[in-house]
């Protein structure tokens, strides 16, 4: 069963970049036939896909944080990360790495993390 | 990007009752639509991928219909358990969207 494990500062002040590391558990990051996703939730708020990322490096941004998101993949460490850079109180919000199982062929986020907190305050 | 708009956006029902939400894109998605349920302060779970295959696990209560851009959520004989927020999502094309998510409270 694979498991994902969301770590990083739950404290970013404005202006400064959010970084996360979502580590994979029972199963290879390289087993080629899933993508990684970052998604965030306000609270009291619907879903966002923020990006994805292949283990061959290969990435797709929300065009709406394009401009300030990097998704980064180690296969050695069996991890990928998250950097979203110029933050302000709007990017506060549970922030949720997933799985894209494509073998189906409709892209469904099959396994979740739990989610972490990260609130943007000075 | 495709809007994906779900309605209602909550509903009241009884335990045993037959519940339908409905979700729409603003452009055809061909089957390329994935159902969520999402408890308080957990990670959403699927429940239906490829507009109708139920995942591994979730009750056949569940079930999914639809193509293009209309798309349905069936819950058959409500449960306790089934009360929550479900969301629909497309994986027609980046960036993915989800819908603003329907919460099933107890009547």
């Known amino acids: 069963q694979v498991q994902l494990q969301e770590s990083g500062p739950g404290l970013v002040k404005p202006s400064q970049t959010l970084s996360l590391t979502c580590t994979v558990s029972?199963?290879?990051?390289?087993?080629?036939?899933?993508?990684w996703s970052w998604i965030r939730q306000p609270a009291g708020k619907g879903l966002e896909w923020i990006g994805r990322i292949y283990t061959s490096g290969s990435t797709n941004y929300n065009p709406s944080l394009k401009s300030r998101v990097t998704i980064s993949v180690d296969t050695s460490k069996n991890h990928f990360s998250l950097n979203l850079s110029s933050v302000t109180a709007a990017d506060t919000a549970v922030y949720y790495c997933?799985?894209?199982?494509?073998?189906?062929?409709?892209?469904?986020?099959?396994?979740w993390g739990q989610g972490t907190l990260v609130t943007v305050s000075s | 990007d495709i809007q994906m708009t779900q309605s209602p956006s909550s509903l009241s029902a009884s335990v045993g009752d037959r519940v339908s939400i409905t979700c729409r894109a603003s452009?055809?998605?061909?089957?390329?639509l994935n159902w969520y349920q999402q408890k308080p302060g957990k990670a959403p779970q699927v429940l239906i991928y490829?507009?109708?295959s139920l995942q591994n696990g979730v009750p056949s209560r569940f079930s999914g219909s639809g193509s293009g851009t209309d798309f349905t959520l069936t819950l058959n004989s409500l449960q306790p358990e089934d009360f929550a927020t479900y969301y629909c999502?497309?994986?027609?094309?980046?960036?993915?969207?989800f819908g603003q998510g329907t919460k099933v409270e107890i009547k």
């Open positions: 490829a507009a109708s």
């Open positions: 452009q055809s998605i061909s089957r390329s």
């Open positions: 999502q497309q994986s027609y094309s980046t960036p993915w969207t």
């Open positions: 029972g199963g290879s990051i390289s087993s080629g036939n899933h993508y």
């Open positions: 997933a799985s894209n199982y494509y073998g189906s062929g409709s892209y469904e986020f099959d396994y």
